[in-house]
């Protein structure tokens, strides 16, 4: 069945960097699209980067374009997310996503920036 593991959140200040990860199981990883989402505490879940099946091309959302690196290893099974120049309104837990007949996400993982 389809799994992803999100992994890599955590406590960072202000200005920070982090990387999640996003590991990948139960389909071919390397013919989808894969997203990352976010939903910071009492909001609505938001896209925050998708990236196209060879990783040739990345979309990302206004608020984290030119911050945030969306990156996918096809051998690995596994999307990242490149996480810089954190400010406190990137807190939020992270999942990682994919269509594959329906939409599969994964459990998440909280990124907290704060100082």
């Known amino acids: 069945q389809v799994q992803l593991v999100e992994s890599g959140g955590g406590l960072v200040q202000p200005g920070g960097s982090l990387r999640l990860s996003c590991a990948a199981s139960?389909?071919?990883?390397?013919?989808?699209?894969m997203k990352w989402y976010r939903q910071p505490p009492g909001k609505e879940r938001e896209l925050v980067a998708t990236?196209?099946?060879?990783?040739?091309?990345?979309s990302y959302a206004d608020s984290v374009k030119g911050r945030f690196t969306i990156s996918r290893d096809n051998a690995k099974n596994t999307v990242f997310l490149q996480m810089n120049s954190l400010k406190p309104e990137d807190t939020a837990v992270y999942y990682c996503?994919?269509?594959?007949?329906?939409?599969?996400w994964g459990k998440g993982t909280l990124v907290t920036v704060s100082s």
């Open positions: 996503n994919v269509m594959y007949g329906r939409l599969y």
């Open positions: 139960g389909f071919t990883f390397s013919n989808v699209f």
């Open positions: 990236i196209t099946s060879a990783g040739r091309s990345a």
